[in-house]
Nanobody
Framework: QVQLVESGGGLVQAGGSLRLSCAAS????????MGWFRQAPGKEREFVAA????????YYADSVKGRFTISRGNAKNTVYLQMNSLKPEDTAVYYC?????????????????WGQGTQVTVSS
């Protein structure tokens, strides 16, 4: 089992940047595929980005492609989400999640482990 703690959220103006971090503890971090998801008020949780166990493959939602970058530091047991050119529609609670599946997936039910979330608010 793995425990996840997100940090780095906050309030930023449109066009600004934030870097989210997710620190993992428990079983070996490098055995997990890691994902970032977000949930805005009144909306379902949606996929943002995912990264393979080795970090060599990354996947993005179309809405964030070219603006967000997911990365991981297996030595530090941490996954990051660099968010640039933020838009008001990026406002949401952002969650990191871990999966032990071999393949990288983009659907929330395939990730059994979740952090508590961090709020990101982008003002116009």
């Amino acid at each position: 089992q793995v425990q996840l703690v997100e940090s780095g959220g906050g309030l930023v103006q449109a066009g600004g940047s934030l870097r989210l971090s997710c620190a993992a503890s428990g079983r070996s971090f490098s055995t997990y595929t890691m994902g970032w998801f977000r949930q805005a008020p009144g909306k379902e949780r949606e996929f943002v980005a995912a990264i393979s166990k080795s970090g060599t493959s990354t996947y993005y939602a179309d809405s964030v492609k070219g603006r967000f970058t997911i990365s991981r530091g297996n030595a530090k047991n941490t996954v990051y989400l660099q968010m640039n050119s933020l838009k008001p529609e990026d406002t949401a609670v952002y969650y990191c999640a871990a999966s032990s599946l071999v393949v990288v997936t983009t659907t929330p039910p395939t990730y059994p482990y979740w952090g508590q979330g961090t709020q990101v608010t982008v003002s116009s």
